[in-house]
């Protein structure tokens, strides 16, 4: 049963071709081989000017990627002598299947969640501008977490790509940084876009007409994010009919680009298809539950939220499962009939949540008679981004939670944002309890898979006076977890 990665949006030209170097593409990534026996097909059907536009873009890739011809000539634009403002001179000798290729850098930040998320709306943002996405890290991340998306080429930023040990210390003091190039009016070879929580009112002019006018004209747009953009990607007039045109279920942008571009790299893989085999097949129903809890003080500051206990949260995500019949309650008198079996994988950074559930399950048969099995992959203490055992773990995870029927998830966080959009699932969201109080409701359904971008910009464009950018347009609307956030329902 091919799914839909492989049926449409995967490389038709790769499959079924018996020559080395497509057999050798197969073997340096399973998943994307594999993934088919392991996900339920998408519901979903991704438009045909989606595919299109992906097979378009993988030409190009291809044409401009590094060490091509075009790259070659482009990277010498980066060169001092050459400023954005010469761009018209550039131009000059250039026939028209000759074009010139622009770029998008992107420099990671941020857990691993984030980064997923980050590099997928640079993805599509890639695709509105006719931009080659690259791919910078420093540490192999990339390389180690995931497959090559696009065959015969490669999305990793070369070594000695010319400004590559510069790239590390961009920020909104240098002088490229776009935010402050309008503040000053400067000039430069490239334009270096800040897009994390840092970010001023200037660094937020990104996502405007008229800046988007100025950044057509700039061959190496460098974005540093940590944030989902789609959802302000689609309040930009100019991309608004590409954007309903590409995406017409407009929930549907994470689920497609995400599968499309995160193949998990063959030692994750086996990470993924150990655990599916040992824990997840058999069972009749399979639940993912992922409890992530934030250091309180980061709460207060991003979303102005206090919790100061959490010892209610097993029974927090108990109430959501009974009230949402995700999980069977338990029975107080004796035994029943043996039921349908449950497979339920918790994710957590510490086990104590996990634990508590999977005790009441064996302590005590159900009401239904369903067999409930709840077991947690890992418990590593805390996050260690960075460390390539730590983030296979965290892929993998996600990975898995994309693999169930019926998601839980916890708020605020952008790991269990991609495993619902994977999975194509709409979660239902934890309410983290206050005060050892299990809170009412326990948890709220999702109003569509889509993650969603926490920080969003609050002014309209030319700093405006602040505008409602979740009340624009219908399918834009404010995040469940954060009032602030913006989502695609
Ligand atoms: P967010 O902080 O929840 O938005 O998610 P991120 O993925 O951006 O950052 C959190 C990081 O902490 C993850 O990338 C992991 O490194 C680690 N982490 C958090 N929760 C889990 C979990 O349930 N399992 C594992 N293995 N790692 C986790």
Redesign the pocket.
């Known amino acids: 049963h091919p799914d839909l990665d492989e049926r449409v949006l995967d490389f038709t030209s790769a499959k079924g071709q018996e020559d080395g170097s497509q057999k050798s593409y197969a073997k340096d990534c399973l998943s994307r081989y594999e993934s088919a026996l392991y996900r339920k097909e998408s519901p979903y059907k991704p438009s045909s000017y989606l595919i299109t536009k992906l097979r378009q873009y993988e030409t190009l890739h291809k044409r401009c990627g590094p060490y091509t011809e075009s790259y070659n000539r482009t990277i010498r634009k980066l060169e001092p002598a050459h400023l954005t403002h010469d761009h018209k001179h550039d131009h000059h000798h250039e026939t028209s299947d000759d074009k010139e290729c622009k770029y998008l850098v992107r420099i990671p930040f941020?857990?691993?969640?984030?980064?997923i998320l980050s590099l997928a709306s640079a993805f599509l943002y890639a695709l509105l501008t006719d931009r080659v996405l690259l791919v910078y890290d420093n540490e192999g991340d990339t390389a180690d977490l995931f497959c090559e998306p696009i065959p015969e080429t490669t999305w990793l930023l070369p070594q000695d790509f010319p400004i590559r040990n510069r790239l590390e210390n961009l920020n909104q003091e240098s002088p490229e940084c776009y935010g402050n190039m309008l503040q000053h009016s400067r000039n430069s070879s490239f334009v270096y876009l800040h897009l994390i929580y840092t970010y001023d009112d200037y660094d937020k002019l990104f996502f405007c007409d008229q800046d988007q006018i100025f950044l057509q004209n700039v061959s190496w747009v460098i974005m540093k994010s940590q944030f989902y953009i789609a959802p302000s990607l689609f309040l930009i007039k100019s991309f608004e009919q590409e954007l309903a045109t590409l995406f017409p279920e407009k929930e549907t942008v994470f689920h497609f680009l995400g599968r499309y571009l995160f193949y998990p790299s063959n030692p994750v893989w086996e990470l993924i298809t150990r655990y599916y085999r040992s824990y997840l097949a058999n069972s009749d129903e399979k639940i993912g539950i992922?409890?992530?809890t934030f250091d309180p003080r980061f709460l207060t500051a991003a979303f102005n939220f206090t919790t100061s206990t959490l010892e209610a949260v097993p029974d927090t995500i108990l109430a959501c499962s009974f009230d949402n019949n995700v999980l069977p309650k338990i029975n107080m008198n004796g035994s029943q009939e043996s039921g349908r079996s449950k497979s339920v994988i918790v994710?957590?950074?510490t086990s104590k949540y996990y634990e508590k559930i999977r005790d009441m399950y064996w302590e005590h048969s159900t009401v239904n008679g369903d067999v409930v099995a709840v077991f947690q992959p890992?418990s590593?203490g805390g996050?260690?981004?960075g460390n390539k055992k730590?983030?296979r773990?965290?892929w993998a995870?996600m990975y898995l939670l994309s693999l169930t029927d019926k998601l839980i998830t916890s708020p605020?966080?952008?790991?269990?944002y991609v495993a619902q959009g994977l999975a194509g699932l709409r979660p239902w969201i934890l309410h983290m309890p206050k005060d050892e109080v299990v809170p009412n409701p326990p948890c709220t359904r999702a109003m569509s898979m889509e993650p969603c971008f926490q920080k969003p910009p609050l002014n309209g464009c030319k700093m405006r006076t602040e505008v409602d950018t979740g009340a624009l347009v219908p399918y834009i609307g404010h995040c469940e977890d954060a009032s602030q956030g913006l989502k695609l329902v």
């Open positions: 941020d857990g691993l969640g984030n980064r992922q409890v992530r994710t957590s950074l890992s590593e996050q260690k981004t730590h983030d773990k965290a995870e605020w966080s952008t790991f269990g």
